[in-house]
């Protein structure tokens, strides 16, 4: 997680998209992210391409470990003021509604 955290502070859009990437790929790790996790990320966000990778890679399948515990804080979000925080939301919408397999 120390990659994770260096690279998402980094300077570049491309580091933010490198920490998603390996965050991806080494999925055992996302089930014990924190909600703290995903606000402070969230509030770096402020371009679709983070936005999307963010939400699609990572946020969606911590939220499928505990759907309905975990649903409450994307709700939080899509009523947030920040833009980027409701443009990643909303791309789970369709997600959220699917019936779990």
């Known amino acids: 997680m120390k990659l994770v955290e260096a690279l998402w502070n980094g300077e570049s859009r491309e580091e933010c998209m490198l920490a998603v990437y390996v965050l991806s790929r080494y999925k055992r790790f996302i089930p014990d992210l924190t909600w703290g996790d995903f606000d402070r ?23 499928a470990v505990d759907r309905e515990a975990r649903l409450d804080h994307l709700r939080t979000l ?13 791309r789970l919408i369709p997600w959220i509604h699917q019936d779990p397999i």
Request: aromatic content about 14%; proline content about 3%.
């Open 78 to 90: 899509i009523a947030d003021n920040d833009i980027w925080s409701r443009t990643t939301t909303k």
């Open 41 to 63: 990320w969230r509030r770096k966000v402020d371009n679709w391409e983070v936005g999307d990778g963010l939400a699609m890679w990572v946020l969606s399948p911590w939220v």
